[in-house]
């Protein structure tokens, strides 16, 4: 079965530093993966997503992932954080035929951005 | 302009009753999921439809009921079989399982 693991469950890094945060998924083929932010109170927004090709990926707002299959990794990144950036960020794998149409959530990484 | 909407925002009940949360999406998506969030939780699915007039349980099922007679659809019944009914729900559509999914933004039902 897939599985998604987002070891970090709450960061805080100061606002102009650089940010990863990690992703692991377990998948029985090549994987769609995901990276979505929710602000408080608030649904969730796609930032960027992978489906084949260049592992490296761009989003919205800056962020970048890398595709690592052999490290089973999906990180995301940003240079630069800004304060706005705080939030809570879900990794996710999309549904295989193992899975019965159900896609998969990390439990999510919040963020904390220092002034 | 495509989307997805719940409504209302905010929800009060009283103990007892059967509530039923909105799900509308303009998106053409063929997939659309339930989701429960709790405080400091990640997400727990209740329910999800990948075509029409046909619906699966989902992690957390128990105490819920959906129904998706529309695409556009997919109305959440909180029943009072639920034992911990206040909570933040997420509805979310995709156009196959397999895809991103895009959310509404929500509803905050409470139960007294």
């Known amino acids: 079965a897939q599985s998604v693991t987002q070891p970090d469950i709450h960061i805080t890094v100061s606002e102009g530093a650089s940010l990863e945060l990690r992703c692991n998924y377990s998948y029985g083929a090549t994987p769609y993966l995901f990276w979505y932010v929710q602000s408080p109170g608030q649904g969730l927004q796609l930032l960027l997503k992978?489906?084949?090709?260049?592992?490296l990926v761009q989003g919205i707002k800056g962020f970048e992932a890398e595709f690592k299959r052999s490290q089973s990794s999906f990180n995301l990144r940003k240079p630069s954080v800004h304060w706005s950036d705080a939030a809570e960020y879900f990794c996710a794998v999309g549904a295989d035929n193992t899975n019965a149409g159900k896609s998969t959530f990390g439990d999510g990484t919040t963020l904390t951005v220092k002034p | 302009d495509g989307g997805i909407t719940q409504s209302p925002k905010y929800l009060f009940r009283k103990e007892g009753q059967n509530v039923t949360l909105s799900c509308e999406q303009n998106?053409?998506?063929?997939?659309m999921y339930w989701y429960r969030q709790d405080p400091g939780q990640g997400l727990r699915l209740i329910y999800y439809?990948?075509?029409?007039?046909?619906?699966q349980k989902g992690d957390i099922a128990e105490g819920y009921s959906v129904s998706r007679e529309k695409k556009e659809s997919f109305p959440l019944t909180v029943t009072s079989a639920q034992k911990n009914p206040t909570a933040f729900y997420l509805c979310?559509?995709?156009?196959?399982?397999?895809?991103?999914?895009?959310f509404g933004p929500g509803t905050r039902l409470t139960v007294t």
């Open positions: 439809s990948q075509i029409v007039n046909d619906f």
């Open positions: 998106l053409n998506h063929d997939a």
């Open positions: 992978y489906f084949s090709g260049d592992t």
């Open positions: 979310a559509s995709s156009k196959d399982s397999s895809l991103e999914q895009y």
